[in-house]
T-cell receptor, first 116, second 116 residues
Framework: AQKITQTQPGMFVQEKEAVTLDCTYD???????LFWYKQPSSGEMIFLIY??????QNATEGRYSLNFQKARKSANLVISASQLGDSAMYFC?????????????FGTGTSLTVIP | NAGVTQTPKFRILKIGQSMTLQCTQD?????MYWYRQDPGMGLKLIYY???????DKGEVPNGYNVSRSTTEDFPLRLELAAPSQTSVYFC???????????????FGSGTRLTVV
């Protein structure tokens, strides 16, 4: 089974609108972390936001928020007030507890295009 | 405050040539990783290291070798380059103590390799 599933290969959003990028995960660990990374066309991987499995509040970082629904094992990224510079590839990732070095899993990504 | 530094940024190799992709981090991270990203795809783990002198294979290790003689450096060696190794290569690092806080990856800026 896939550890991280991103079901939206491509998304479009109007500038200044909000958009939700979906991510579901699969783990039997109680302790884990969830991450979102942005990859613009220039290619670098930029960390956006982190949510720990024990965090009771949804994480927020500026215009980014993570809608964490533990029972559903979902960690959707919400981008508010989209900007043209938000056009990029977005990757969801998970780091499991019991860390021995290689339990960091990436989804296949969602390509977001912001329309003027 | 350099973070993770990868060199070179671009390289074209002929089939059968060899090269080393360099990766250095100055954050005293003990875990380091090499990923490849094929066009339009997610990240695949090539090799990782949990500390100096310790390396292990990831998902796609064939055709590559690594070494970790110091905490800072984690070079990736390509022997007998093949067109299938045309990809973007990312080095990343993280800490080994994930119990609290954000312990995601710090990525290098990537190396775009073309084998012709």
């Amino acid at each position: 089974a896939q550890k991280i599933t991103q079901t939206q290969p491509g998304m479009f959003v109007q500038e200044k609108e909000a958009v939700t990028l979906d991510c579901t995960y699969d783990t039997s660990d109680q302790s884990y972390g969830l991450f979102w990374y942005k990859q613009p066309s220039s290619g670098e991987m930029i960390f956006l936001i982190y949510q720990g499995s024990y965090d009771e509040q949804n994480a927020t970082e500026g215009r980014y928020s993570l809608n964490f629904q533990k029972a559903r094992k979902s960690a959707n990224l919400v981008i508010s007030a989209s900007q043209l510079g938000d056009s990029a590839m977005y990757f969801c990732a998970m780091r499991e507890g019991g860390w021995t070095g290689n339990q960091f899993y990436f989804g296949t990504g969602t390509s977001l295009t912001v329309i003027p | 405050n350099a973070g993770v530094t990868q060199t070179p940024k671009f390289r074209i190799l002929k089939i059968g040539q060899s090269m080393t992709l360099q990766c250095t981090q100055d954050m005293n991270h003990n875990y380091m990783y090499w990923y490849r990203q094929d066009p339009g795809m997610g990240l695949k783990l090539i090799y990782y290291s949990v500390g100096a002198g310790i390396t292990d294979k990831g998902e796609v290790p064939n055709g590559y070798n690594v070494s970790r003689s110091t905490t800072e450096d984690f070079p990736l060696r390509l022997e007998l380059a093949a067109p299938s190794q045309t990809s973007v290569y990312f080095c990343a690092s993280t800490l080994s103590s994930p119990e609290t806080g954000n312990y995601g990856y710090t990525f290098g800026s990537g190396t775009r390799l073309t084998v012709v």
